[in-house]
């Protein structure tokens, strides 16, 4: 060993549990070291630690922590360049992602800067007299909408447009820390009439009794057992206690309501409604709202978005810090919506997912009815093929949903440029795509997680199928520098021989290694 590769028993090691890998290495695991030895653009910097002991950190306190998080996965790279060739060529032990590693460093990391800006923001935590009330809890809304190969064309590109921080925004829309706060007004069994004023204001968790004056139908939102198909309504999480969240599956149904009948929705399941079916408002009305709360100020809340400001203004500057800002911003929607902490309400975390799903769901829709093929959305984006003008009538509408963003200098739903060529999805989370960056073609593969054969196998079957059944590399490369894109299915003993001698000759590799 290097002298300077030694375990040193008296550095400062910020998250302990987490780098156990580099004391079984016998690697020196200060962050200091290892995040310049990773060549991370977030290198620690030698500080006095005293500053971590005043009862009101500093900045170089609070820029040491951001950076400890965010030169984490590079620190982990490089970890993994050192452990992977011990365990698969020496203990026989086949890699697999950890979660152990990641999960801890997040938690720890980023957690405990948001929680000292939750702390900072609500001193005495959630308020006592805070209301809470059971309502649909989902996360993002993630579909594939078309699993047809698209290519673009001259007069329809293919484009891929983001909403601005859409969790950050979903809680400024309806003060949300405001409501945790105490500053409320709570709703219990009121007739309609009496608050319609107020509906704009209403949290998106908040359950209304709806009654039909015709037949007519309305959206539910739903999770389906992946195990056996079966659907809950979603007041519950999961259907046995041996199904975790990930056995379930977000989904939209169809519920019919004949007259004079009452069916329960949330804020979220009616405003997908009214979206979806135009003629609804003539056909059935808010009767009761069962359960609800508005905000009576947005303070506190109107402080937390302050940080996008912060961060738009560092990231105009190039400043790479802009990212621990981001970070902050996100983790404190994390411990909001985290299900076991203390910051957690469900009325409120529902609301945010929801109010985002609902968003998701609108612009999804007008898109479809501007006349653009919708060909698949995830949480907070969406790709779509069709004309320039088409792209600026999505914008404008989307800025209709959301007004805090242009307050910021920003749009609500925004074109990420990118020049895609290609477009190929077949089903949630997993679509490919083939982009043109300075004159050089290059596919992204959502999904290319892990080294299993299995994975290799599903992501080059993609690949091959969009480059007319190409089944060796030379060939797929030169489809797509050549734009001559196909979908074809390829010859099975071809494509499996592909695969079993490409996997075999580069195990622990990302398939992206070999193609442009």
């Not at 290198?43 to 984490?72: H, Q, R, W």
């Not at 006592?128 to 649909?136: A, G, I, N, Q, V």
């Not at 990231?315 to 994390?334: F, M, R, V």
């Amino acid at each position: 060993k290097n002298k300077d590769d030694e375990y040193d028993k008296n550095a400062r090691i910020p998250i302990a549990d987490t780098m156990f890998i580099g004391f079984g290495l016998g690697l020196k695991s200060k962050l200091e070291y290892l995040s310049k030895k990773s060549g991370s653009k977030y290198p620690k910097k030698d500080c006095d630690f005293k500053i971590f002991e005043k009862d009101v950190l500093p900045s170089e306190a609070v820029l040491y922590g951001i950076y400890d998080v965010l030169s984490i996965p590079d620190v982990l790279t490089y970890l993994r360049k050192i452990y992977i060739p011990v365990t698969e060529n020496y203990l026989k032990i086949p890699i697999k992602r950890t979660h152990l590693i990641i999960e801890h460093v997040w938690e720890k990391g980023s957690g405990c800067i948001a929680d000292a800006f939750l702390n900072k923001l609500l001193p005495n935590g959630v308020s006592p007299t805070t209301k809470d009330f059971l309502s649909k809890y989902y996360g993002g809304m993630t579909r594939c909408w078309d699993t047809n190969l698209h290519v673009a064309t001259p007069n329809e590109k293919i484009k891929y447009y983001d909403f601005t921080s859409m969790y950050p925004f979903s809680i400024r829309k309806q003060c949300v820390f405001d409501i945790l706060s105490g500053n409320f007004k709570y709703f219990h069994n009121e007739s309609f009439e009496n608050i319609k004023d107020d509906y704009d204001k209403l949290i998106y968790g908040s359950r209304l009794k709806i009654k039909a004056k015709k037949k007519c139908k309305v959206i539910i939102e739903v999770e389906k057992s992946k195990r056996n198909n079966k659907i809950g309504l979603g007041y519950f999480r999961n259907f046995y206690k041996s199904d975790r969240v990930s056995d379930l599956q977000h989904t939209l149904g169809f519920a019919t309501i004949n007259r004079g009948e009452h069916i329960f929705l949330t804020k979220t399941e009616w405003e997908m409604s009214k979206c979806f079916f135009p003629e609804l408002e003539s056909q059935a009305f808010i009767d009761v709202l069962l359960e609800g709360m508005i905000p009576t100020s947005d303070k506190k809340t109107d402080s937390y978005i302050q940080l996008y400001k912060i961060r738009k203004e560092l990231k105009d500057k190039n400043d790479p810090s802009e990212q621990g800002i981001k970070l902050l911003l996100n983790s404190a929607y994390g411990k909001l919506c985290e299900a076991e902490g203390e910051w957690f309400n469900l009325a409120c975390a529902s609301s945010v997912t929801g109010y985002a799903r609902a968003s998701l769901f609108k612009t999804v829709t007008f898109a479809q009815r501007s006349g653009c093929e919708v060909l698949y959305s995830d949480t907070d984006s969406l790709y779509f093929k069709g004309t320039d003008q088409q792209g600026d009538l999505i914008q404008k509408y989307a800025e209709g949903l959301n007004e805090y963003p242009l307050l910021m200098g920003s749009n609500n739903l925004k074109d990420e440029c990118e020049d895609i060529l290609l477009f190929h999805s077949v089903k949630r989370k997993n679509y490919s795509k083939i982009i043109n960056i300075n004159g050089r073609t290059q596919i992204i593969c959502k999904g290319e997680i892990g080294h299993s054969d299995l994975r290799w196998r599903d992501v080059l079957y993609r690949i091959s199928s969009m480059c007319n059944g190409a089944t060796d590399l030379k060939n797929i490369n030169k489809n797509i520098q050549n734009k001559e894109f196909n979908l074809k299915i390829p010859d099975r003993n071809n494509f499996e021989n592909f695969c079993k001698e490409l996997y075999a000759n580069n195990i622990n590799e990302y398939i992206s290694k070999y193609l442009p």
